[in-house]
């Protein structure tokens, strides 16, 4: 029994250490570690003008807190992609600590260059410009419907024209895009 207990722990202690591990590396490479500041999530939030009619996809999701107060605040379905281990983690934990079992926010625990780009109304990302890039081409080779509407945080789309660029509290900026600048 103490043997079990012992082996159990030793395992949980490795996987967390992966899981941290893959969620550095991650940050490192693909995105920023730190979430959208919570201020700053207000701010974008209003920006955006959410419908409850709204779907609200947000790629690189990390702890789902930006989809989450979307959702509670405006009452939007939406879907969170996260490929770290650690964000999916905290995220499908805080979703069920602030909406419990409903299934109008789902935490997709992959990477969205894998996937298709659900049907959405609005795309949100907190990415970086390596990142923006690989996320372009797939918009572009995906043919997004023109009146889809992506923000991103921080980081612009490299060479793609935005319809807006809206300074923050923060003196960072918001690009706006249409689904039409990234057309071939």
């Known amino acids: 029994m103490e043997r079990g207990i012992?082996?159990?722990?030793?395992?949980?202690?490795?996987l967390v250490l992966i899981g941290l591990l893959v969620s550095f590396f991650t940050g490192i490479?693909?995105?920023p570690l730190a979430p959208t500041p919570r201020k700053i999530r207000k701010e974008i939030l209003?920006?955006?003008?959410?419908?409850?009619?709204?779907i609200l996809v947000d790629l690189g999701s990390g702890n789902g807190i930006f989809l989450i107060e979307a959702h509670l605040k405006y009452n939007v379905k939406g879907i969170g992609y996260e490929i770290s281990p650690l964000g999916i983690f905290t995220s499908r934990i805080y979703?069920?600590?602030?909406v419990g079992f409903k299934n109008e926010i789902a935490i997709i625990a992959n990477n969205f260059l894998?996937?298709?780009?659900?049907?959405a109304d609005k795309i949100y990302c907190y990415l970086n410009t390596k990142a923006l890039r690989a996320l372009k081409a797939k918009l572009i080779n995906e043919e997004i419907p023109s009146d889809v509407i992506i923000y991103s945080y921080k980081y612009c789309f490299p060479n793609v024209k935005y319809e807006k660029k809206v300074e923050l509290s923060n003196n960072e900026?918001?690009?706006?895009?249409?689904?039409?600048a990234f057309k071939n």
């Open 6 to 14: 012992y082996l159990s722990s030793i395992i949980i202690i490795i």
């Open 29 to 31: 490479f693909l995105v």
């Open 46 to 54: 209003e920006i955006m003008n959410l419908k409850t009619t709204d």
């Open 95 to 98: 979703k069920f600590l602030k």
């Open 114 to 119: 894998n996937l298709p780009i659900p049907t």
């Open 173 to 180: 900026y918001l690009f706006v895009y249409k689904g039409s």
